[in-house]
């Protein structure tokens, strides 16, 4: 509140707005925080954070809804997603992005980059055909007449689909409720439709200085390009004066002789690790040996084995806090636009945690939420070993018989303090 994010977010968004026509429509400020809300508590849908907004009266007012208000319904997140577009989006990060650098947490100089697939909101069973629009079931039942089966059954139906040589290719199939949706083999083994997520991140603070939606079926090295220039306005945008970006660190999913050509040839040090691919020959390929034996002597110096460490430290991180624990491991958006939407308040979401972890040491409301039960032991723990202290100073002391009421004054102050030395040592001072 304090840096005017619904101001800001108000002025983004004026565009998308009738002025005052129409019954009364989701501010600009909520809209945006209840996507934020889905980051801090790992929800996965839209219907989950209507839900847990109305459920929460802590959240109200993060989400400045008064008691006698409804909270926003998930139909009218949906519609309001559609119709601020990717650029709006883009705009709310980058000011995030503006307060992590303002907070001197982001150098810019070097980013790591990962990619991560995150299984698409459609079935392969719905897929079709992209020549006929037919159907993968009649597809398979064509087949079987082909074959001689007339009537297939279900049995049959799946045992000609393991014997089919060419189960299913992104050229020849996509989904029509989600073409962005390509047929990919995920990290588990089981084939899905699926997107790519790749971020960039930088490897001083932690943070994402840029997140891209791409297709699944395509290779880290067509993708890191388009990554790369996404990261490299944003740190201009919000660091100016900071010189850009100047290295940049990947796994060995990263490398290929074309990736390293290019990067040398935009001027940025690469420490990206190299696969071993035996004995290599360079017969009219110059330029590409040249920068993979530069990339290979910085990676084996102390510094390039650092930066490598740190990668698996600093880009892994953002992977489990925005997809595993943030809930888009499994999308219930279709289409690129609407992914990338979302990804881009999560990826503002994790850079508000690194301002929240300097100013609390906690980087989620969740995480300081488990640390009172914590605080709250340490606190009877300490009163615990007080009470025992004095119980123990108490026992030590020889109890005094009180004065019988008739005792004059005079004879009482003429009596001598007994064990006052004893006292005074043990004495606890309250």
């Not at 992005?97 to 069973?125: F, P, S």
């Not at 996509?174 to 073409?179: G, I």
Request: glycine residues 8%.
């Amino acid at each position: 509140d304090e840096a005017g994010f619904d101001a800001f977010v108000e002025e983004q968004c004026a565009k998308f707005y009738a002025d005052g026509v129409g019954r009364p429509s989701l501010p600009p400020g909520r809209y945006f925080r209840m996507l934020l809300l889905g980051y801090f508590e790992g929800l996965e849908s839209e219907r989950a954070m209507a839900w847990r907004a109305a459920d929460s009266l802590s959240l109200r007012r993060f989400l400045d809804v008064a008691l006698h208000e409804a909270s926003p319904d998930h139909s009218t997140v949906s519609r309001t997603r559609r119709r601020i577009d990717i650029e709006t989006h883009e705009a709310v990060f980058t000011w995030v992005l503006q307060r992590v650098a303002d907070a001197g947490l982001l150098k810019g100089k070097t980013v790591g980059i990962d990619a991560t697939t995150l299984e698409a909101n459609a079935a392969l069973r719905s897929i079709v055909r992209r020549d006929t629009g037919e159907g993968y079931d009649a597809f398979l039942r064509g087949l079987a007449a082909a074959s001689g089966i007339p009537t297939p059954t279900r049995a049959e139906l799946a045992r000609l689909d393991r014997k089919r040589p060419k189960k299913g290719s992104n050229d020849d199939w996509t989904h029509p409720k989600d073409p962005d949706a390509k047929i990919t083999k995920m990290k588990d083994g089981r084939t899905r439709l699926a997107h790519k997520a790749e971020h960039a991140v930088d490897l001083e603070s932690g943070a994402v200085v840029g997140v891209t939606v791409q297709d699944a079926n395509s290779g880290d090295t067509t993708t890191m390009v388009e990554t790369l220039i996404t990261a490299a306005e944003q740190v201009e945008a919000v660091l100016p004066e900071g010189g850009g970006l100047a290295e940049v660190v990947a796994d060995k999913g990263y490398h290929s002789n074309e990736t390293m050509v290019a990067l040398a040839t935009l001027g940025l040090r690469s420490y990206v690790s190299e696969p071993d691919r035996g004995r290599r020959r360079w017969c009219g390929k110059r330029a590409a040996r040249d920068a993979v034996y530069a990339n290979r002597r910085r990676i084996r110096r102390p510094r390039g084995r650092r930066l490598l460490r740190q990668r698996g430290e600093r880009v892994e991180r953002p992977n489990a806090h925005l997809y595993e624990t943030g809930g888009l491991r499994r999308m219930y958006l279709r289409g690129h636009t609407n992914i990338r939407k979302r990804l881009l308040v999560h990826a503002s979401g994790l850079n508000l945690g690194l301002l929240m972890r300097r100013l609390t040491g906690v980087g989620t409301p969740r995480g300081l939420q488990g640390r009172a039960p914590a605080l709250f032991d340490a606190l009877k723990t300490v009163l615990s070993h007080f009470w025992r202290l004095t119980s123990r100073s108490d026992a030590l002391l020889p109890r005094r018989t009180p004065a019988p009421p008739w005792t004059s004054a005079t004879t009482l102050s003429h009596q001598p303090l007994p064990m006052l030395l004893q006292r005074s040592s043990l004495s606890t001072a309250c």
